[in-house]
């Protein structure tokens, strides 16, 4: 079965500063789908990004960026001149292709940001 | 606003009470879902359904039952309500096309007490 581990449960980060957040996950399928989502106060989950594991190149979305490693099954997300709206818990989540139907989730990472 | 929608936002049942959690789409998606958040354990799947007329255990089924009532709908039930069952629980849908993540309602708060 696969699994999503996020090894900080909390993160804090100066406004206008670079975070990363950290996710590794196991699996022996070599095409499946990553994504991050954030949850803030009102509970809302919101897509972050999402990177699918034949692309290469990492996903980019305006201050969001990850870094995918396939061979080291790890993808972190890096958040670029943090602001105060994006304090809030930050899930790395796994989907496998070809049917496979499960969204498998992190335990999460909750990000303060310090003004 | 196009999107999940779920009903209700919070509940309190007693212990052995029974309810039934509602969730509808209007985004044409195959796929729905049923999942919880508990403090520490992100989310967890209780049983989902990959189209109209199936549905599929998850990770946490116990005590849960599910009905796909058409295409748009997707109930969650608790025939008796334990204080396990306390949880936040968000329903979830999908298209087929692969390309796409999961559009998620805004969760149920349930206490059972």
């Known amino acids: 079965a696969q699994t999503v581990t996020q090894s900080q449960p909390e993160m804090s980060v100066q406004e206008a500063e670079t975070v990363t957040l950290s996710c590794t996950y196991d699996?022996?399928?070599?095409?499946?789908?990553l994504f991050w989502y954030k949850q803030p106060p009102s509970r809302q989950m919101i897509l972050v990004i999402r990177?699918?594991?034949?692309?290469?190149q990492n996903a980019t979305e305006n201050r969001f960026s990850v870094n995918f490693q396939k061979a080291a099954k790890s993808f972190s997300l890096k958040i670029s001149d943090s602001q105060l709206g994006d304090a809030a818990m930050y899930f790395c989540?796994?989907?496998?292709?070809?049917?496979?139907?499960?969204?498998?989730f992190g335990t999460g990472t909750r990000l303060t940001i310090i003004p | 606003n196009a999107g999940v929608t779920q009903t209700p936002k919070f509940q309190v049942l007693k212990t052995g009470q029974s309810m039934t959690l509602q969730c509808a789409q209007d985004?044409?998606?195959?796929?729905m879902y049923w999942y919880r958040q508990d403090p520490g354990m992100g989310l967890r799947l209780i049983y989902y359904?990959?189209?109209?007329?199936?549905?599929d255990k998850g990770e946490v089924p116990n005590g849960y039952n599910v009905s796909r009532l058409n295409k748009r709908e997707f109930s969650l039930r608790l025939e008796s309500a334990a204080p396990s069952q306390t949880s936040v629980y968000f329903c979830?849908?999908?298209?087929?096309?692969?390309?796409?993540?999961?559009?998620f309602g805004s969760g149920t708060r349930l206490t059972v007490v």
């Open positions: 979830a849908s999908r298209t087929g096309n692969k390309d796409y993540g999961y559009t």
């Open positions: 699996t022996s399928e070599s095409d499946y789908y």
């Open positions: 990177q699918e594991a034949y692309k290469q």
């Open positions: 989540a796994y989907r496998g292709n070809f049917g496979n139907e499960k969204l498998t």
């Open positions: 985004m044409n998606h195959n796929s």
């Open positions: 359904s990959a189209s109209e007329g199936t549905t």
